[in-house]
């Protein structure tokens, strides 16, 4: 089950028994059921950027560029954040598509939802 949407704080912090994550972007928190997750600048950058993308997949070259900016740093960077960024979560979050790169794992429900 998929879920990207853009919805109140008033939403539920479940759907069908599944934590939900919900992203504060404005105020750069991100929830898991009632939990407030300690993610990083790189990591709440790097979640982001996949829940508007859902079903696209990146390298890691193309992740640099969009979400650090540069391609000057190690290709590897991203599969420190990512492996940080699915022990935080506590779910598979982020998929491998092995020898191209990363994407939105097709479990994942996640919420923007967008402070008023």
Do not use: C, N
């Not at 008033?10 to 759907?15: N, P, R, S």
């Amino acid at each position: 089950m998929q879920a990207l949407r853009s919805l109140s704080a008033t939403d539920t912090a479940t759907v069908a028994g599944t934590a939900v994550l919900r992203i504060f972007p404005e105020s750069r928190v991100v929830m898991r059921g009632e939990h407030r997750l300690p993610l990083t600048r790189r990591e709440f950058d790097l979640l982001l950027f996949f829940v508007g993308r859902p079903r696209q997949v990146f390298t890691r070259r193309q992740l640099l560029s969009a979400v650090w900016g540069h391609e000057h740093a190690s290709e590897r960077t991203i599969d420190v954040h990512i492996r940080r960024l699915r022990a935080k979560t506590g779910q598979p979050l982020v998929a491998t598509v092995y020898r191209v790169g990363y994407r939105l794992h097709e479990d994942t429900v996640a919420i923007v939802i967008r402070e008023t």
